[in-house]
């Protein structure tokens, strides 16, 4: 295998990598998946609410209590005091616990217009270096895509898609032919 074809090789399955975290993150994470986070004393970890008591508000299931019930290791020892409602700050005991949802849409075009534009910039470097050498060789640059099919192709792969000489020019074609 030629050197280029490998790195035109490289450079699609590279871009085929490069997608499928955000397809497994949208066959993962479904839009109405919501996420409790429990801060114990310094520590915190992010638990999804698979089943909240109500589907239509979620975040309601997201409380210093559900923290405690689900027995994490940097919950032990925690303690939540009762509540004085006219003075609670929502700040007091050892637990903290904050309802979210992730990939909004705007986070997933985000992302998408970044993994596009990488992927361009890989096919970018990868067809640069033989642009150059095909503007070196022409001393100007291709004037129809046919010159730049012929300039930018390898070799062995220009003669069987054109089937021509690579220094044979092409004429005009005249109408009515």
Not at 60 to 83: H, M, N, W
Not at 161 to 166: K, L, P, T, Y
């Amino acid at each position: 295998m030629r050197k280029t074809t490998r790195r035109l090789l490289i450079l699609v399955v590279l871009a085929v990598l490069a997608l499928l975290p955000a397809t497994n993150a949208a066959l993962i994470n479904s839009n109405s998946l919501y996420w409790c986070k429990c801060q114990c004393f310094t520590n915190s970890t992010i638990i999804p609410l698979l089943h909240p008591e109500d589907s239509n508000r979620p975040c309601l299931s997201c409380t210093r209590q559900f923290c405690l019930d689900q027995k994490l290791e940097i919950c032990k020892g925690a303690k939540v005091p009762e509540l004085d409602t006219d003075t609670g700050t929502g700040t007091e005991g050892d637990v903290a616990a904050t309802c979210f949802k992730r990939d909004s849409p705007r986070d997933q075009v985000i992302v998408t217009c970044f993994v596009l534009i990488c992927c361009a910039l890989l096919l970018f470097a990868g067809v640069r270096a033989r642009l150059r050498k095909a503007v070196e060789q022409r001393g100007a640059q291709p004037i129809d895509l046919r010159e730049w099919g012929q300039a930018l192709l390898p070799e062995p792969l220009h003669n069987s898609v054109f089937g021509r000489n690579n220094n044979q020019r092409y004429g005009p074609v005249s109408v009515g032919s």
